[in-house]
């Protein structure tokens, strides 16, 4: 028996006056989803709790199985391996935008006017030699750019502290912000005090750079400063193949995600134009997810640009996300062994359309495969799929449900 | 936006033979309700968890969103609170009873006839008089009347332990109980030899008081005792302008559900004629809460008579109060601006017309405002709102899934 789980990002959503009081999904056409509906069992998921908004980190840690309290150690470090960058216990990741600031370091934009990638790593360069020269007292420093104006600072060494507040001050018009500690131990003043001589340090390093003498010329915003958030280390999670002893894999597009699906011991499977933005290719993430079933039990497909859509507010790009993933999911309906795999689509969230935000109604979530508790469900909703057969349940009890149903779940008791 | 939320006390029952297998609820007119429930989301809510009967004091809690095993710190110093009296960490507060007690200190009247709150004052005259005269070895002793027979104590001390037994034998025919210390410290041992001192010595101060010569005169039952019982210390609550982030505001009557309100860092709203009875004014609460939506975003509406009516196991009074509740929900309807203030009617718990008693069904539960997601419940009943959008959740869920709405909850990770 194998499974594969299909998590659509934000794809809940509200009820909206502009759908006639429909949400994107339900206004969507999604035949292949109302067909695990159909033929499957549905419910609705608090993926963290009742009422509560998941990030997406939080949310596919829950879903996997994880207790939060327990596993989730911050943004920077999973959405470092996410990157592909090597983090150690004790490592500190940080999440870093290039910005730009003016001579009082007042951010005027936290993007740098989105430079492209390869700007990006022509300043990181730099970066990295102004490190090399200028070492501040830590054992190590990688500064790394991955998309566009993003990048990822680790620091690690023995005097370090994961209690310390961000640099970026996340709105335009305020000056970059002194990192300062959050706890009393040496250790967070130390880190803090790292950040604050890295900003300086970064702003020289960049400031004339010929990037951006360029970008100036040219009337853009230049990449004079680099802004830190989100620090976080790396979870301690126990694998899924040892938890439940399968075989898992995950398709996904965004670094974060990734590094969740990677932290719980997933293999990341890249996918050629499956990229997380809006003309993401999920025919073929279809095409190697079901590649990947002839190596892999478990097999988790990410799509990110349904969330988009939402944080954009706008209904309309959202329901043509839900109906790609709609063709996604035929793909997959139309390739799988239904007598030997299990299909489940859920969410990780609902993303408003009306509030541009993560919001905490519960996600409609089907399940088809052999002999699954059938229900009279007959269509992938919010609303239809709460009159489900599953109930209401919590994003942790959906790896049990799942590993039940593939003949993993172990006895408790005898 | 803004959220009113109406709490019938014990409004939820069990079907029953004399309403041909209806709940009262579900038997009576409540128009009113039942929009809320048609334009909203509906559910049973479990208030403290499946089949547990709530207290008031505890159900309260729970739909306020507190940890009970945190937070709850007995019945005494929350009605305490509630009646107006400071209660300080480290006080305790008794429920007291005057009581009729015959020379063996066998209780005869559990009210002492429910002595009129007049009688009550001049007693409790007497009484502090007689605890100035005679102090036992504790810092600071008040004792006050509330209504009729009802009274406070408060003792306040470096000795003083809340593991202490109730002197009060809760029923008629049995003796006054000693107090008892519940633990082996030595502050429980002194706490319980001050409550059999202050036993006898307010015997003393009661017995041949004018008040009860004319009562005896006059054929009615003498208060010549105090029974102690349900001791509580204040409860350390994080106040829910801190955890939500809003500016909360209670109307009710009964002392108790306001001490609970106070503790929760609500500002009580007094209104005129509501006073917790069958013949409360419900439209002046219903006005009282319009009103206080200027000034206050989310406002709790208590209303007492439903539950006295099950107590009293007389169902049609118990139709007639919840008619009352739905009056209340009319004027609220009629007065609040639909796109802007969520409007949420549940009780808290079942009393059981056929038991006279709380009990552990789970209640109605209904949520109307701006993009909810709306179910196909068109009628407030126990069992129509089983059927609803919001499934089975449990009452600490209630405050998270209503500050989700009205966009004041805190996402979980990013």
């Known amino acids: 028996m194998k499974a594969i789980l299909v998590i ?114 022509t300043l990181t360069a730099a970066i990295q030699e102004s490190i090399k020269m200028n070492p501040p007292e830590v054992g190590d420093i990688l500064f790394t750019n991955t998309v566009q104006h993003r990048a990822i600072l680790r620091l690690s060494g023995p005097k370090l502290s994961a209690f310390v507040s961000d640099t970026d001050p996340h709105r335009t018009g305020q000056k970059v912000l002194q990192a300062h500690a959050l706890d009393e131990n040496p250790e967070a003043e130390h880190t803090a005090n790292v950040l604050n001589t890295l900003t300086l340090q970064l702003h020289d390093a960049l400031t004339d750079h010929p990037v951006n003498k360029r970008r100036a010329s040219n009337g853009l915003p230049v990449a004079n400063a680099v802004l830190f958030r989100g620090v976080g280390t790396l979870p301690e999670l126990d694998p899924l193949s040892l938890l439940y002893g399968i075989h898992p894999a995950a398709i996904a597009a965004v670094p974060l995600v990734k590094g969740v699906c990677k932290a719980a011991g997933m293999r990341l499977i890249n996918v050629e134009g499956g990229n997380g933005t809006y003309e993401t290719e999920t025919k073929a993430k279809a095409q190697a997810a079901i590649t990947s079933l002839q190596r892999f039990d478990f097999v988790l497909v990410h799509v990110k640009a349904t969330d988009l859509a939402s944080h954009d507010r706008n209904p309309q790009k959202k329901i043509q996300m839900i109906e790609k993933v709609d063709v996604l999911v035929a793909y997959l309906l139309q390739h799988i062994d239904s007598e030997d795999v299990f ?56 790896m049990p449900i799942l590993m039940n149903l593939l003949g993993k779940a172990e006895k408790a008791g005898s």
């Open 8 to 121: 659509a990002d934000g794809m809940a959503d509200v009820p909206l006056k502009a759908l006639k009081g429909r949400t994107p999904l339900e206004a969507a056409e999604v035949p292949s989803l109302d067909e695990i509906a159909k033929k499957g069992i549905c419910g609705l998921v608090d993926v963290i709790g009742p009422g509560i908004p998941p990030g997406s980190d939080t949310a596919h840690l829950a879903l996997l199985g994880y207790d939060l309290i327990e596993s989730y150690t911050g943004r920077g470090a999973l959405e470092a391996i996410g990157s592909g960058v090597d983090i150690l216990p004790n490592d500190l990741a940080f999440r870093c935008n290039f910005a730009t600031v003016d001579a009082d370091f007042i951010v005027l934009d936290r993007r740098a006017g989105r430079i492209t990638s390869e700007e990006a790593a």
């Open 343 to 398: 299909l489940a689509v859920t969410a990780d969230h609902t993303t408003s359309s009306v509030k541009g935000e993560h919001s905490g109604e519960p996600v409609p979530l089907a399940i088809s495969g052999p002999n699954v508790r059938r229900d009279d469900v007959g269509e992938f909703g919010e609303r239809p799929c709460g009159r489900g057969g599953l109930g209401r349940i919590r994003g942790v009890d959906l």
